[in-house]
């Protein structure tokens, strides 16, 4: 893939994400009811963290490996599973909340932008499909609902200890 750099994007909007996360996410879920339990700021930030790693990672083998369909569908469905974070939960949980939600400005300015752009290079130059980009970002959407919570337990233990 020409123009690999242009990845780099995608762990600078995710980053940026997280950290608006963590500034005001911990507060905002004592008031957010059925749209995210309770978090404490050390669990958050835990998970935070791994998640974030995680995507430093993917973009990491993604650049160095494109032609690898391994790396580069699941880091697609990554930058997927990420546009449809900015919608669901933080723009849904906004507007029914009718109080800001954490992650909704850069989810909706730099992470849906930003991830729409490269995942319309990568289709165009034929790098994934469409449909290898729906798979993938279904499964890594289940399995991060799935982890997300033994992130935040293993964060609550490791805080604890």
């Known amino acids: 893939m020409t123009d690999n750099y242009l990845l780099l994007f995608f762990p600078l909007a995710i980053t940026l994400h997280n950290i608006e996360e963590a500034l005001w996410l911990p507060q905002w879920s004592k008031h957010a009811g059925r749209f995210h339990p309770t978090i404490e700021k050390q669990e958050f930030y835990f998970a935070l ?3 974030t790693v995680f995507a430093y990672l993917a973009t990491f083998l993604a650049v160095l490996f494109p032609d690898n369909a391994y790396i580069t ?3 697609y469905g990554f930058l997927g599973v990420m546009i449809i974070n900015a919608i669901f ?3 849904a949980a906004t507007i029914a909340l009718k109080r800001y939600a954490p ?3 850069t989810g909706l300015f730099l992470i849906i932008p930003i991830n729409c752009v490269l995942i319309y290079r990568a289709v165009i130059m034929d790098i994934v499909s469409v449909w290898e980009i729906a798979i ?3 499964a890594l959407g289940v399995i991060l609902i799935l982890v997300i ?3 935040f337990r293993a ?3 490791l805080t604890n200890y």
């Open 49 to 51: 963290i791994i998640i």
């Open 73 to 75: 569908r699941p880091f």
């Open 89 to 91: 939960p933080h723009l």
């Open 103 to 105: 992650g909704t400005i």
């Open 136 to 138: 993938t970002t279904i």
């Open 149 to 151: 919570p033994l992130l």
């Open 155 to 157: 964060g609550r233990r």
